[in-house]
């Protein structure tokens, strides 16, 4: 597949306009503190990179956000679609990306139709599993599965947060609340023995994990986690039950491998 023509500075330069409105890409992309950004800026840019194996196809961002990467793809692809549990979120994305062609965003509810089953050549999945509860973690992948086509592919990225990586994070945090990122204030805390138990964990090495629980717009309960506790080794068993793991790699340093890296990527296919 190739990508459709577009005039590039046009898209580079409506596409920048419209990242800045996001209130993550605020957070993350155009964050005040260097570090936070540049990470940021390179996890992005290799998410393009892998999508673009699909580019002239159909791509599908789960867990969209504030539609960052489909504002940052949307020219490789012949249409992308964003979901998200948050259906104020994507209201939100279909305002302020609403004059970008052949973009759309939408419920999961509304795409748990057969039409949508096996439509997308590339089904992107950044930072979510890590906030989903371990027995909801199953029902995203077949989620996953269902949505792309028999020869697509699946890329999933989750953070880094244990051994030493989990410990310049935590610098990092705590340098950013210190320079008044007011985001980071609120960041959460680790009790020694807790830090020590991820610092040196092994593939099934675990914390407890608090789980919040908020009300939908439906009035259904949800569940999730922040990052403090997740082990992105026991996800990647959970990974292999549904897909074949083609590539694992890193980011933003990817020669450093799972040990000084933010977060970790799992390039899969259907089995």
Aim: net charge positive.
């Amino acid at each position: 597949m190739h990508p459709p023509s577009a005039d590039r500075s046009s898209v580079t330069t409506t596409t920048s306009h419209l990242l800045e409105q996001g209130h993550y890409a605020r957070k993350q992309l155009f964050s005040k503190n260097a570090i936070v950004a540049w990470s940021h800026r390179r996890r992005f840019a290799l998410a393009r990179e892998l999508a673009a194996v699909a580019a002239g196809g159909a791509l599908l961002d789960y867990g969209c956000g504030d539609g960052t990467f489909i504002a940052l793809a949307h020219d490789l692809f012949r249409e992308s679609t964003g979901t998200d549990v948050d259906v104020e979120q994507l209201r939100d994305c279909g305002r302020r990306l609403s004059a970008v062609p052949d973009v759309r965003f939408a419920s999961l509810d509304q795409l748990r139709h057969p039409d949508c089953d096996g439509r997308y050549d590339a089904v992107v999945c950044m930072e979510v599993l890590e906030h989903c509860p371990s027995d909801l973690q199953p029902h995203v992948l077949a989620d996953l599965a269902r949505f792309v086509r028999s020869h697509g592919v699946v890329i999933i990225s989750v953070p880094i947060e244990i051994g030493p990586a989990l410990a310049v994070k935590q610098a990092v945090r705590a340098a950013a609340a210190a320079t008044g990122l007011a985001e980071y204030d609120s960041r959460e805390r680790y009790r020694i023995s807790e830090f020590m138990r991820m610092l040196l964990a092994r593939d099934t090495s675990q914390i407890e994990r608090h789980a919040t629980i908020t009300i939908n717009a439906h009035g259904d309960s949800v569940r999730y986690h922040g990052h403090k506790g997740f082990n992105w080794r026991m996800l990647a068993r959970v990974i292999e039950s549904t897909f074949v793991i083609e590539r694992r790699l890193y980011s933003p340093v990817p020669f450093t491998g799972p040990w000084l890296n933010s977060q970790v990527w799992f390039v899969c296919r259907k089995r």
